[in-house]
């Protein structure tokens, strides 16, 4: 295919950041 | 904004505020890279110029093409736009709790390594050991300033830890008992040069230690060239056996064998293979960051070998993985699918806000990397963090918080990269170390390639 996309977090959406994330 | 780049056969196209990549054909490339600046009818003129030669490429084709471009646009994965700025800026406000600390219970170490940050341990003060009243309140004071969080990460660092080793057993110790009482649970982890790993040490450290990191440089006169003893003798022959045998006694799980490559080795895949080779799986190669002056500093000359080590560690990764003994490269662990939410991504490690450095007297520090210079004394275990001002500043200290950051398409892969490094080389936490950006960009572009290829995706030509 001319195109071909990965299957990725969308990052717009996860702006919709529980903190738990070690200093994922 | 995108970025578009070409690798081990593969035209890649990432969408940087999205996070979406693409691998596409040569045509598409092209469509692309014209798509925002050029009318519709003349990217199909310049295409039809292009491709003449090539029966596939033809008016309907490129307008295809286009509507391609245009779908995946209006679906949000190409060509974004950039709706996290005014997030960025409320992360003053935000509330953190304290999840991790670094304790320097020695102040000093059994080897002379050159290029150490932190003065062969001393960090440009006196040899001092940690006591254990000392670390002990260091983690009532990560108990007490952690909120709701249950997992707490301790790690044990120096100079070298093993020097006060007693002390870290004892302090594992109360951390087990207070976990029980307050409900949290600490993740124990030692940062160590390996000389003085004995049974007992292995013993302890796998029942107790999440993760050990293990120094070691790569090849003998590598690793023997600025890793080397108080006696002037090289530490390869007396670290690797005992390396080896700790590895083997974890069941090869919860460590990382971690080395740093300098002007000396800039071809540092071998090194990085020599690794491989000596049965280590989970591996990190760091560049040194020192002052220019240094003879083992990296220069501007051996960049353009660093970016071709990177691209052969890359492509012989995935060569290695298929035939059935891959390694893991710590900067090549790439999570697309599910990997950090945005607010990570902008936020960062957390220096200064969600971890902080203990030194043997017990001041707080924002990171290991700032310990002994007063200007980021935070306060103390005791009193806590004084320097709330400080603390507020590495709370800003983002990926939206460096000018020079603004076009830069990795931005939120480094989310403004190490404060430290960028204090070191240009006196401003808000600095931008720019030697160190572009060895991270080259190192995104072959974890992004890297995830391409075992998503079997088709190469582009």
């Given amino acids: ?24 | 904004m995108i970025h578009q780049y070409k690798l081990n056969g593969y035209n890649i196209v990432l969408d940087v505020y999205s996070g979406s990549v693409h691998v596409v054909d040569p045509l598409a490339y092209d469509v692309i890279a014209l798509y925002e600046t050029t009318p519709a009818d003349e990217i199909v003129r310049q295409m039809l110029e292009k491709y003449a030669g090539q029966p596939d490429v033809n008016e309907a084709e490129v307008r295809e093409v286009l509507d391609s471009v245009e779908q995946l646009k209006a679906a949000g994965k190409l060509f974004a736009p950039d709706q996290y700025e005014n997030m960025a800026f409320d992360f003053k406000n935000r509330s953190t709790v304290i999840k991790a600390l670094c304790l320097h219970v020695a102040h000093t170490c059994n080897l002379t390594c050159s290029y150490c940050f932190a003065s062969q341990g001393k960090y440009q003060g006196e040899r001092a050991l940690m006591s254990f009243e000392v670390g002990k309140q260091a983690l009532d004071f990560l108990i007490a300033h952690s909120g709701s969080r249950r997992n707490l990460e301790v790690d044990f660092f120096g100079g070298e830890p093993l020097m006060n080793w007693d002390v870290v057993k004892r302090l594992v110790a109360y951390g087990r008992e207070q976990e029980k009482i307050h409900n949290k649970k600490f993740r124990f982890t030692l940062t160590t040069n390996g000389v003085l790993l004995d049974d007992e040490v292995i013993e302890f450290a796998n029942r107790e230690m999440h993760n050990v990191v293990l120094s070691l440089d790569g090849r003998k006169e590598i690793h023997d060239r600025l890793r080397r003893t108080v006696n002037d003798k090289g530490s390869y022959d007396i670290i690797v056996p005992k390396f080896q045998k700790l590895v083997e006694s974890r069941g090869g799980q919860g460590y990382y064998v971690r080395g740093t490559f300098t002007h000396a080795n800039v071809d540092f895949t071998n090194d990085i293979f020599h690794m491989a080779d000596l049965g280590f799986t989970e591996l990190s190669m760091e560049p040194v960051v020192c002052s220019p002056d240094e003879p083992y500093a990296l220069t501007e000359e051996d960049l353009p070998k660093l970016f071709e080590q990177y691209e052969i560690l890359a492509t012989e990764m995935i060569r290695r993985k298929k035939a059935g003994h891959g390694f893991t490269f710590y900067h090549y662990m790439l999570d697309l699918k599910s990997g950090p939410c945005i607010y990570k991504r902008i936020s960062g490690c957390g220096s200064g806000t969600e971890y902080l450095a203990v030194t043997p007297w017990g001041e707080l520090y924002p990171c290991h990397q700032f310990v002994g210079d007063e200007k980021y004394s935070m306060g103390d275990v005791w009193r806590g963090v004084t320097n709330t001002a400080l603390r507020d500043e590495f709370k800003m200290c983002n990926a939206y918080a460096r000018p020079d950051c603004k076009d830069c398409w990795a931005r939120l892969y480094c989310s403004g990269g190490c404060a430290a490094n960028a204090y070191h080389a240009t006196g401003s936490i808000r600095g931008v170390y720019d030697y160190g950006c572009q060895l991270f960009r080259k190192r995104i572009e072959c974890a992004i390639m890297i995830q391409v290829a075992e998503a079997g995706m088709s190469k582009s030509e």
Wanted: overall charge negative.
């Fill in chain 1, 1 to 24: 295919n001319r195109i071909q996309t990965l299957d990725t977090r969308d990052l717009a959406q996860s702006a919709q950041g529980c903190g738990e994330c070690q200093t994922q």
